[in-house]
Nanobody
Framework: QVQLVESGGGLVQAGGSLRLSCAAS????????MGWFRQAPGKEREFVAA????????GYAASVKGRFTISRDNAKNTAYLQMNSLKPEDTAVYYC?????????????????WGQGTQVTVSS
């Protein structure tokens, strides 16, 4: 089992920045691909970004590419999502997820463990 706890959400004005953290405990963190997803009110959960074991490979949704950066610190068992140039349409609950395989995927069902989520609200 892997336990994931997100933090860092909040209210920010459009154009601002936030950094989300995902602290993991349980099994060896470095064995897992880490992903971030989000769910806006009335919408399905969608892929945001993912990073492989060593951090050398990342993937992003087109809507956030160039504005968001995913990273990880395996020594701290933590993954991060740096969000810059935030827009009102980025408002959502953000979830981190862990995948017990080597490849980055964007599908929800590809991830084995999920956090409870952290709210991000971007005001216009």
């Amino acid at each position: 089992q892997v336990q994931l706890v997100e933090s860092g959400g909040g209210l920010v004005q459009a154009g601002g920045s936030l950094r989300l953290s995902c602290a993991a405990s349980g099994r060896t963190f470095s064995n897992y691909v880490m992903g971030w997803f989000r769910q806006a009110p009335g919408k399905e959960r969608e892929f945001v970004a993912a990073i492989n074991w060593g951090g050398g490979s990342t993937g992003y949704a087109a809507s956030v590419k160039g504005r968001f950066t995913i990273s990880r610190d395996n020594a701290k068992n933590t993954a991060y999502l740096q969000m810059n140039s935030l827009k009102p349409e980025d408002t959502a609950v953000y979830y981190c997820a862990a995948r017990g395989a080597s490849s980055i995927v964007a599908m929800e069902f590809g991830y084995d463990y999920w956090g409870q989520g952290t709210q991000v609200t971007v005001s216009s």
